[in-house]
């Protein structure tokens, strides 16, 4: 091979592999700017199952195509479930102003609490938030092994009265993206401003990155 040959293609070499690592280290510059946002390595959701509200099966074929915020908590939760709810019911609506990015996102309650919560109870809760809101719920087996992939926590808790018992649980709303990966937490507090804009960011940048 001529020499001339040989030292442009060492140059080419050198430039390709100079400008992959430009274009990593601009996308993790870019990701360590989006607050929440987990990357470049989002864990992948595996198989699980769960039941809607309306008798259906909730599996990770539902995440598919789609932009998912699921909010673990339980129907008698007094103050921070129905606020989370409510301010996802307004981010929503502000998504209302990018059609594009409203059509593929959806929101998913998922009942730590199947003992009290049967699906007409928790039909009627997330309908009032929001009919478009899916509620789902499991034996207390498959709860586990889905909030597992999220490092979400809950436990019973006894109180005085009535009711006996309350649930402790993760606060966060987190975020899956169409290829099934975890690539998002929204921590307390939850201001529908906040969650709607990080949101579209966190969307563009993913989509940008594959």
């Not at 080419?12 to 929440?36: K, P, W």
């Not at 129907?75 to 594009?100: F, G, H, S, W, Y």
């Not at 003992?115 to 899916?134: M, Q, S």
């Not at 999220?150 to 009265?161: C, E, L, S």
Request: aromatic share 10%; net charge negative; proline share 6%.
């Amino acid at each position: 091979m001529h020499p001339k040959i040989l030292i442009a293609g060492i140059v080419l070499s050198v430039a390709f592999i100079g400008g992959i690592y430009i274009a990593s280290t601009e996308q993790r510059s870019s990701a360590h700017n989006i607050t929440g946002l987990l990357w470049p390595d989002p864990p992948t959701l595996s198989t699980f199952s769960l039941v809607d509200s309306n008798g259906g099966a909730i599996t990770e074929r539902n995440f598919l195509g789609r932009w998912t915020l699921v909010f673990f908590g339980f129907t008698n939760c007094p103050d921070i479930c129905p606020t989370t709810l409510a301010t996802l019911n307004q981010v929503q609506r502000k998504l209302q102003n990018n059609e594009e990015i409203s059509n593929k996102t959806q929101v998913l309650f998922v009942s730590v609490d199947p003992e009290r919560d049967d699906k007409e109870k928790l039909g009627a809760y997330v309908d009032y938030f929001n009919p478009t809101f899916i509620g789902a719920t499991a034996d207390d087996e498959r709860i586990k092994q889905f909030t597992g992939q999220f490092g979400v926590a809950y436990f019973k808790v006894k109180i005085p009265g009535p009711a006996g018992y309350s649930m402790d649980h993760t606060a966060s709303v987190l975020l899956v993206d169409p290829k099934l990966r975890f690539v998002g937490i929204f921590s307390q507090p939850h201001e529908a401003v906040d969650i709607t804009q990080r949101l579209v960011q966190i969307i563009s940048f993913v989509e940008r990155a594959g």
